[in-house]
């Protein structure tokens, strides 16, 4: 088990401050508003991020064909071994490397995403919770939802063109087709739109006559995104409050003894204690000892089942609004008749189909990424 720097504070035994306690005369500060702090923080997000993804790249595309209800696939969902056949089906008609398709333009999106979304968790929670006095739940939900929010609008259209490529299996289709390319995938999307469609929704078609033509479609680059800010709601907000309400669990009592970190011989040298404001305040989360290695993927590990519990049927009309212009000759596909197309296919359970892999995903994947990003942020000095 590696031992943190001497020089970070988290790493520093010793009793916790309080909500107004001052900076020890001999510590280093780092502002968590400096630029320095920022920067740092964003590329720890950003390993955190692409490392949780490359771990779950192969489940990501299976599910993504099973959500989508893909015609090659459907035949596999509700299988004992569904799969393991899907992605047999997968490695013998494109290879294993057909496992990790659309896998780039997913770092694309999840270095600069995890970035965003963990720079502005640090930034937010500093303002919402400032100290101790102000660490409740609410706040904590809080701040994982506005920073859910900030980070995907950013991203979505990345997001988007990832699941094209997911969903689209031309080599396993007949004949001699060849399967698009990125560059292909993004301007077929961009096409898609017909300038007027009776059954596209009113608030688009206002949206036509405001917006210079030639910026219409790229409306089309944030099909499903409706959904996907309703599911940030529950997912952002559960995840982010559930890893830090399992972190203070796992400090209290006899399971401290088993699941703290505890350096080997006490710190030497100056501290480093981050503060959020001008006097130089700190709470006890900036001071605290860290968690050890699997205590610390086993928190990651539950935030991700809760969070991805409460949003996956929102993550399941978004995919196929998504790729709804692939199926229905680019026809709109509006959050409503999505979900009635759902509902009439499969009933409730339309709306959890994959869950099992999500859970398969999800939980590695969280897991993950939290455990780097904390690595992550010791190795960088913050």
């Known amino acids: 088990m590696p031992q943190e720097p001497p020089s970070i504070s988290a790493a520093v035994p010793g009793p916790r401050p309080s909500s107004a306690a001052p900076a020890p005369p001999d510590a ?44 090659e696939f459907v035949q596999f969902r509700g299988l004992l071994g569904g799969l ?30 995890a970035a965003i979304k963990f720079v502005a968790y640090e930034q937010i929670r500093s303002m919402l ?61 961009y096409a898609e739109h017909p300038p007027r469609r009776p059954l596209d929704p009113r608030w688009l078609r206002l949206t036509r006559q405001k917006v210079p033509p030639a910026l219409v479609p790229l409306s089309n680059f944030y099909r499903g995104f409706g959904p996907t800010i309703l599911g940030m709601v529950p997912y952002a907000g559960v995840s982010f409050y559930v890893h830090d309400a399992i ?36 709470s006890s989360r900036d001071s605290r000892v ?23 049927p929102f993550e399941v009309i978004r995919r ?19 979900t009635r197309l759902i509902f009439a296919e499969n009933g409730v359970r339309g709306f959890f189909v994959g869950l099992s892999i999500g859970y398969i995903k999800v939980i590695p994947m969280t897991a993950c990424a939290f455990y780097v990003y904390e690595r992550a942020k010791l190795l960088l000095g913050i």
């Open 129 to 189: 919770i400032p100290n101790d006095r102000h660490e409740t739940a609410a706040r904590r939900f809080m701040a994982g939802l506005l920073l859910g929010l900030a980070s995907v609008f950013l991203t979505y259209p990345l997001d988007l063109v990832r699941v094209r490529m997911a969903f689209d299996t031309t080599p396993m289709a007949p004949g001699p087709a060849r399967r698009r390319s990125l560059w292909a995938i993004v301007r077929a999307v």
């Open 247 to 282: 972190h203070d669990l796992f400090r209290l009592g006899l399971l401290a003894a088993y699941l703290v970190l505890r350096p080997a011989a006490p710190p030497s040298g100056p501290r480093v204690v981050k503060v959020k404001d001008r006097q130089q305040h700190v």
């Open 320 to 338: 196929r609004m998504q790729v709804g212009g692939a199926v229905d000759l680019g026809r709109f596909m509006t959050f409503r008749t999505t």
């Open 28 to 71: 280093k500060v780092i502002d968590k508003h400096s630029v320095e702090y920022v920067v740092r923080s964003g590329v720890a997000g950003g390993l955190s991020g692409s490392a949780a993804k490359t771990l779950i790249a192969p489940l990501d595309r299976i599910k993504i064909l099973f959500q989508t209800s893909s015609p």
């Open 84 to 113: 393991l056949l899907a992605g047999n089906r997968i490695c013998a008609a494109e290879g294993p490397a057909g496992l990790f398709h659309g896998h780039l333009v997913t770092l694309l999106r999840v270095f600069p995403y």
């Open 290 to 312: 860290p968690l050890k290695a699997y205590a610390q993927l086993a928190a990651g590990g539950f935030a991700g089942m809760f969070a991805q519990t409460a949003a996956y």
